[in-house]
């Protein structure tokens, strides 16, 4: 039974940081690529960042030079570092990871708003 956990969302001012966390019970988490996806109301599920098994980072244009991805195979653990947030940020965000299966998380609440 896979099992993917977010954690770490909440409210925030514009302009400040957050850092969500996705716990995964997987076997052979290693070979999984990673992603952080997001919506929000009215809109489709769109990719925020993802890593590769092999390290390898990509990000949406909207979030470049603001998020940041990482993973920590030993923990099963995938992390979004988001900073200088903006109000357009506000979205669920969704952990996933994807092999052959695709995996998804139950999302986490992020609100950017003064």
């Known amino acids: 039974q896979v099992q993917l956990v977010e954690s770490g969302g909440g409210l925030v001012q514009p302009g400040g940081s957050l850092r969500l966390s996705c716990a995964a019970s997987?076997?052979?988490?290693?070979?999984?690529?990673m992603a952080w996806y997001r919506q929000a109301p009215g809109k489709q599920r769109e990719l925020v960042a993802a890593?590769?098994?092999?390290?390898?980072?990509n990000y949406a244009d909207s979030v470049k030079g603001r998020f940041t991805i990482s993973r920590d195979n030993r923990k099963k653990t995938v992390s979004l570092q988001m900073n200088s947030l903006k109000p357009e940020d506000t979205a669920v965000y969704y952990c996933?990871?994807?092999?052959?299966?695709?995996?998804w998380g139950q999302g986490t609440q992020v609100t950017v708003s003064s």
């Open positions: 996933n990871a994807r092999n052959t299966n695709a995996y």
């Open positions: 997987i076997s052979f988490f290693s070979i999984y690529t």
């Open positions: 890593i590769t098994s092999g390290g390898s980072t």
